[in-house]
T-cell receptor, first 116, second 113 residues
Framework: GDSVTQMEGPVTLSEEAFLTINCTYT??????LFWYVQYPGEGLQLLLK?????DKGSNKGFEATYRKETTSFHLEKGSVQVSDSAVYFCALSDQETTDSWGKLQFGAGTQVVVTP | KAGVTQTPRYLIKTRGQQVTLSCSPISGHRSVSWYQQTPGQGLQFLFE???????NKGNFPGRFSGRQFSNSRSEMNVSTLELGDSALYLC????????????FGNGTRLTVT
């Protein structure tokens, strides 16, 4: 079945450092890929998405490129802020295989801690 | 536009009881899904509803059930609660089009004692 693997945390960085969170996936079809972020006490917020190979999703300084050849969707940000401290989830949606709009396969999540 | 609203935010129940959680999706979103989030298992898909019909179900026992109303609002029910049901339950809604992202509520934190 489909699966998502992302690097374990916590990842601790200083403000203005470069952030990379690795995410790889396995899927039988042609999935859409997402990054979600969860702040303490809240639900998940969509950060960015990509729907086909070589698409680049970007939002709030974060970027991720859908790499079909390496089955990866790594999240990057050039200069993190304390406010970026959160848990980040990589996810895939394989609608053609699952016939579902609401069923996502999530990675385990990576906690990011940014210190001043 | 109002986001996904889940009520209540917090619940404390005892083993053996049952509980009902409520979710109001974003206006215009007709697909509603439920997820369980725990530190050990992460985010796990419970079920998905569209047009008052369950479209997909995750690997959970029959004690977990749900329904959707004609206005797309959804409820999930857990009967005969067990300690292991303590979790954050997240509801998400989406448009019914390919690659539409899920929009999540802030969840209901259920504690079973």
């Amino acid at each position: 079945g489909d699966s998502v693997t992302q690097m374990e945390g916590p990842v601790t960085l200083s403000e203005e450092a470069f952030l990379t969170i690795n995410c790889t996936y396995t899927a039988t079809g042609y999935p859409s890929l997402f990054w979600y972020v969860q702040y303490p006490g809240e639900g998940l917020q969509l950060l960015l998405k990509a729907t086909k190979a070589d698409d680049k999703g970007s939002n709030k300084g974060f970027e991720a490129t859908y790499r079909k050849e390496t089955t990866s969707f790594h999240l990057e940000k050039g200069s993190v802020q304390v406010s970026d401290s959160a848990v980040y989830f990589c996810a895939l949606s394989d609608q053609e295989t699952t016939d579902s709009w609401g069923k996502l396969q999530f990675g385990a999540g990576t906690q990011v801690v940014v210190t001043p | 536009k109002a986001g996904v609203t889940q009520t209540p935010r917090y619940l404390i129940k005892t083993r053996g009881q049952q509980v009902t959680l409520s979710c109001s999706p974003i206006s215009g979103h007709r697909s509603v899904s439920w997820y369980q989030q725990t530190p050990g298992q992460g985010l796990q898909f419970l079920f998905e509803y569209f047009s008052e019909t369950q479209r997909n179900k995750g690997n959970f026992p029959g004690r977990f059930s749900g329904r959707q109303f004609s206005n797309s609002r959804s409820e999930m029910n857990v009967s005969t609660l067990e300690l292991g049901d303590s979790a954050l339950y997240l509801c998400a809604s989406s448009l019914v089009s390919r690659s539409s992202p899920l929009h999540f509520g802030n969840g209901t934190r259920l504690t079973v004692t």
